[in-house]
């Protein structure tokens, strides 16, 4: 176990308020090296922060003034190279500094609807096609971004898009409140790039820990899929204290951006969706958490606004919806779906969901789904919010065979189910090759060293650890228990001790144990309602 007085816990207190009003606290005695929340972390020598060129006000080159933004937001850091030199690598490295400066008035329409989990201003409300002045984007005024490398320097981006995102991790923005940023530099400023991204996703890693979503995409890479780019940065705003700095998980958010440098998709995407649901008017109602479709409900893909792009063109994605509707969950299901859909990166998809325990995702929750349609016109499902993941509280563990209506015509066709047996096999002995405990460590170790370790972070360690240890015992014997197919009940039937009944006439203990797709439990441990009625 490592001690709480280290840098981590003498970098933490520069941000230590926002993090109290979740009910931490730090350890006491480490008073002697420590400093209020409003200054930075004095180092070793006693310099400060901002002394040593940081991101605080009184940072920067010698001689430097302030730049416009100053009078509305003093605490920010001053700029010392325009935005066109300015050297930044995102996501090449941990620790580059971004500093918001809001107004009110962009605060509180930001926080709007954030405390029922929506919706955030994106565009004019309700649908109305006008607003008043045109606006069509909440703001900041100005986004201080401060290398990390070496005279990188601070350049002010000014004006930027910028939106409170997120579902179970969604927080409001205020003094003692982390939320999730989703930022466009390009909205107002044409071709504007930060190191040459548009879009950055900062998450709060309230929901999944510090550790998961980073340690997840990396995986997926690993293990051979494309995932986007993700990293660790620091926040600033003047919402908070203004020398407070919060340790954010930096994801690239998908765009054409992404679809361009990646081999397996072709080098290029011709469209791209993120949505909750499934594909199909087919909707299994259980386990997923939406209840049936009615008959011609309207598609999710006839949503503007689950296309990633500017636009999108559906027909392609339609004749795949279409297709899955019309194919019986059989034999063939495979071999019929196949000049649409990519089945080996599938099958691949699907195996990474158990072994890396990503529930809340399209094959086991109908959410979190991002659907590429690649350039050469086949489909491809996509990592997204992967936050909730390796056994993170909601989803300890993750079966293998999925609900939703791809991944249930593939287990009723026992061919199909074969290839996703064997793809698992080799992502199993990927994943062991990976070490992934090893990448944990070093992550920790990581974190440590930059000072972005928080008040329980340790525990949230240790537990994690331990999961890795667990999974990598239990995982090639849930395999062999899945070689059979699961049980395929009709829509609206569930599996209840092998036989397939109505939701009503079983009771919990009937459907397996979460990750133990292949185990049958006893039959004293399913009763039916007629023999136990419900209390």
């Not at 990646?262 to 995407?269: H, R, V, Y």
């Not at 059989?330 to 071999?335: K, L, P, S, V, Y």
């Not at 090893?438 to 370790?453: K, P, S, V, Y």
Request: aromatic share 10%.
């Amino acid at each position: 176990m490592r001690s709480n007085c280290g840098p981590a816990a003498r970098r933490y207190l520069a941000f230590v308020p926002v993090i109290l009003s979740f009910g931490l606290a730090l350890q006491a005695g480490c008073a002697d090296t420590l400093n209020t929340y409003n200054q930075y972390y004095v180092g070793e020598a006693g310099q400060t922060n901002a002394a040593a060129g940081g991101s605080s006000g009184q940072g920067g080159e010698a001689g430097q003034g302030p730049d416009d933004g100053h009078a509305a937001y003093p605490d920010a850091p001053y700029a010392t190279t325009s935005v066109a030199e300015h050297e930044v690598d995102v996501f090449g490295v941990f620790g580059n500094r971004y500093w918001l400066g809001v107004s009110e008035e962009q605060l509180e329409e930001m926080n709007e609807g954030t405390e029922n989990g929506g919706p955030i201003f994106d565009g004019p409300r309700n649908g109305d096609i006008y607003s008043p002045g045109g606006q069509t984007a909440n703001f900041v005024d100005h986004l201080w971004v401060t290398s990390a490398a070496p005279g990188g320097g601070v350049a002010d981006y000014g004006k930027v898009q910028v939106k409170l995102a997120g579902q179970s991790t969604l927080r409001p923005w205020n003094k003692r409140s982390i939320p999730n940023f989703n930022v466009d530099t390009n909205e107002f400023v044409d071709e504007q790039r930060i190191g040459g991204f548009e879009h950055l996703r900062f998450n709060n890693g309230q929901v999944g820990s510090i550790f998961r979503e980073y340690l997840t995409l990396e995986l997926y890479k690993k293990l051979d899929y494309p995932a986007p780019l993700v990293t660790f940065a620091w926040v600033s705003s003047n919402v908070w204290a203004g020398s407070v700095e919060i340790p954010y998980v930096l994801v690239e958010r998908y765009k054409r951006s992404f679809c361009d440098r990646s081999d397996a998709l072709g080098g290029k995407c011709e469209n791209m969706w993120e949505f909750a649901g499934d594909i199909g008017q087919q909707q299994d109602p259980n386990p997923g958490p939406l209840p049936p479709k009615p008959v011609n409900a309207p598609s999710v893909f006839d949503d503007p606004n689950s296309c990633q792009f500017s636009e999108c063109d559906n027909e392609r994605v339609k004749e795949l919806e279409a297709l899955v509707d019309q194919t019986p969950r059989a034999e063939g299901f495979q071999a019929a779906t196949e000049e649409l859909l990519d089945w080996p990166a599938f099958h691949r998809f699907q195996c990474l969901s158990w072994v890396l325990a990503t529930g809340d995702d399209a094959l086991h929750n109908a959410n979190n789904v991002v659907l590429a349609e690649r350039a050469d016109g086949k489909f491809q499902f996509l990592p997204y919010s992967v936050d909730i993941s390796l056994g993170q509280d909601w989803y300890q563990a993750v079966p293998l065979p999925g609900t939703s209506n791809l991944a249930r015509g593939c287990q009723a066709d026992k061919a199909c189910w074969a290839d996703t047996i064997a793809a698992c096999e080799d992502v199993l002995a990927d994943f062991t090759k990976a070490e992934p405990i090893a990448m944990l460590d070093d992550l920790f170790e990581r974190l440590d060293g930059e000072g972005m370790l928080r008040p329980g972070d340790e525990a949230r360690y240790e537990g994690l650890r331990a999961w890795f240890e667990a999974r990598l015992i239990e995982l090639p014997e849930e395999l062999e228990q899945n070689r059979e197919a699961p049980v395929l009940c009709a829509d609206g039937m569930v599996d209840c001790n092998g036989s397939c009944v109505l939701p009503e006439q079983c009771v919990v203990g009937c459907k397996p144990p979460v990750g133990k797709a292949g185990a049958k439990p006893a039959a004293d441990e399913c009763p039916m309602i007629n023999e136990y009625p419900l209390q």
